[in-house]
């Protein structure tokens, strides 16, 4: 996969790949119905899908068959939006709102918003099993088992929630700041970079780079996102814009400015893309993605 | 392991070797000091780790290597652990206490325990994973990662759950009842089991007769239960009795009465030890853990 493609395009077929795996890998036959309904709903609430794309097309710019990873894909989004369920909740962020439409326990209730989080995040991993159906050694799948509950989990995104929510109301540093980043956000764009690459059979300096390629776009991703909360279009987002502000959560606009964390993003995206000459995959849809990042409106 | 051992010795030293096991697998360098202590506070507030030993005590019925099956007793007792923090959260079960001591969030808050719940649930993964260095084929460890989520998740342990909850204030009919047992409780039970029998290299029929073993010890887990909620001792429970009754649960006792629960309980124990018979393993501890689930008091 060489050269320019239109992106958008790109990105609606691989999230429509994504959301048949769903069909295919989320059974929940027998379940009672509330709960069925209150998966689903988020599960099937649209969104960019941009993490198991990114794991589809690190496969592909490797030149590897994509389909075969699709548990792996849809084992990810399944983890996002857990967290996404778990975050709106309100002992959490206590958000109304997600994508434009109530968040979902809003919808069913705490209870039952816990319970499908819970799902959700247990789910994933019966689905990655599934990788020895599409054609990977066990040796293979155990790995990537073991390296998306690493970055899922306490050392990971778990970790960089807690930090985020012991952070509200209190002046961070920038390192702290970036240690909620790294964790909370560029964990699972990292596990997706790295995933793709492993399935798709990659050197282990192919390995290293596209994983300093992760972080990079993570860390722009979440930078973006701060930026969004401060300028965004409320109607593009499907989310109020200010709530960090509100919640008096530290950002990098808040920190050093929205100039400065403009160009904070631009260094980034230029170390991401060196980071996909070093693996020699610095002509495919990876590079536009990272141009994405931080062109994105929404 | 033939005849008769002492029993509460034997828990006792299974349940020592799994909290072992504890300080080997959860990593938890670097990670923010509330979520920390917060996971810690549960997963060492003792119980009878009655899930893992039940796997490590299968392993040995069928002489196999037990020490090499702790990544899994580990994985379990952390599942076991995360549902009880969601379970007694407001808006859950809401309880306070929890073994004798104040549950989860009335010592964290609401946010750092399913926080806490969700990192223990995400690490059981990459515990279990970690029998490909014990020893095990990572065809079998995929296996028994599948087997986990399935049993653990929306078909499983989460849909009894979801279930239990839905049923509170009704009139459920017996049908209704053993749909939640089963699954609530049962299924991580019979996952025990099979986990064992599989990692010790049993034989289908095997694993099926001790499947049908751990799902009724599972049954009778859940009504001796039931039992000890309007006839135990608070002090021995370390938790109040006549919560079903107060939150209006429909339980064995409430539906079929007190003396035809306990004569559901023998019988299940009964088919239980024919299933151990069939399985070749009768003259074990496993049979001798089937007397202890009617005759505890805790």
Same mark, same amino acid.
């Given at each position: 996969?060489?050269?320019?493609?239109?992106?958008?395009?790109?990105?609606?077929?691989?999230?429509?790949?994504?959301?048949?795996?769903?069909?295919?890998?989320?059974?929940?036959?027998?379940?009672?119905?509330?709960?069925?309904?209150?998966?689903?709903?988020?599960?099937?609430?649209?969104?960019?899908?941009?993490?198991?794309?990114?794991?589809?097309?690190?496969?592909?710019?490797?030149?590897?068959?994509?389909?075969?990873?699709?548990?792996?894909?849809?084992?990810?989004?399944?983890?996002?939006?857990?967290?996404?369920?778990?975050?709106?909740?309100?002992?959490?962020?206590?958000?109304?709102?997600?994508?434009?439409?109530?968040?979902?326990?809003?919808?069913?209730?705490?209870?039952?918003?816990?319970?499908?989080?819970?799902?959700?995040? $247990?789910?994933?991993?019966? $689905?990655?099993?599934?990788?020895?159906? $599409?054609?990977?050694?066990?040796?293979?799948?155990?790995?990537?088992?073991?390296?998306?509950?690493?970055?899922?989990?306490?050392?990971?995104?778990?970790?960089?929630?807690?930090?985020?929510?012991?952070?509200?109301?209190?002046?961070?540093?920038?390192?702290?700041?970036?240690?909620?980043? /790294?964790?909370? $956000?560029?964990?699972?764009?990292?596990?997706?970079?790295?995933?793709?690459?492993?399935?798709?059979?990659?050197?282990?300096?192919?390995?290293?780079?596209?994983?300093?390629?992760?972080?990079?776009?993570?860390?722009?991703? /979440?930078?973006?996102?701060?930026?969004?909360?401060?300028?965004?279009?409320?109607?593009?987002?499907?989310?109020?814009?200010?709530?960090?502000?509100?919640?008096?959560?530290?950002?990098?606009?808040?920190?050093?400015?929205?100039?400065?964390?403009? /160009?904070?993003?631009?260094?980034?995206?230029?170390?991401?893309?060196?980071?996909?000459?070093?693996?020699?995959?610095?002509?495919?849809?990876?590079? /536009?993605?990272?141009?994405?990042?931080?062109?994105?409106?929404?």
């Amino acid at each position: 996969m060489i050269g320019n493609i239109d992106l958008r395009q790109y990105l609606q077929e691989k999230a429509a790949q994504v959301e048949k795996g769903f069909k295919t890998y989320l059974t929940d036959e027998d379940v009672p119905e509330p709960l069925r309904e209150s998966v689903r709903y988020s599960l099937f609430a649209g969104g960019k899908r941009l993490r198991p794309v990114l794991l589809l097309a690190t496969m592909e710019a490797l030149n590897g068959n994509s389909d075969s990873g699709l548990p792996a894909a849809c084992a990810v989004e399944m983890i996002h939006t857990y967290s996404l369920i778990h975050d709106d909740l309100p002992a959490m962020d206590d958000d109304d709102y997600r994508r434009g439409k109530p968040s979902n326990h809003k919808v069913f209730g705490d209870a039952m918003a816990i319970l499908a989080g819970d799902a959700l995040l $247990t789910h994933a991993f019966e $689905t990655i099993s599934h990788l020895v159906d $599409t054609g990977h050694d066990a040796d293979k799948v155990v790995r990537l088992t073991r390296e998306l509950a690493h970055f899922a989990g306490i050392r990971g995104m778990v970790g960089g929630q807690a930090a985020d929510l012991l952070g509200e109301n209190q002046q961070l540093t920038l390192e702290e700041l970036q240690y909620i980043h /790294q964790h909370k $956000t560029a964990d699972m764009i990292v596990f997706c970079v790295r995933a793709g690459a492993i399935l798709a059979d990659a050197s282990p300096s192919q390995i290293n780079a596209l994983t300093r390629y992760g972080r990079h776009i993570g860390l722009a991703f /979440q930078i973006q996102d701060d930026i969004l909360d401060v300028i965004g279009d409320e109607q593009k987002l499907g989310k109020a814009v200010g709530s960090d502000e509100a919640k008096n959560k530290s950002t990098y606009p808040a920190l050093i400015g929205l100039d400065s964390s403009r /160009q904070k993003l631009n260094d980034m995206i230029k170390d991401a893309k060196q980071a996909l000459a070093e693996a020699g995959v610095e002509k495919t849809v990876l590079a /536009q993605i990272a141009d994405f990042v931080i062109s994105r409106d929404q």
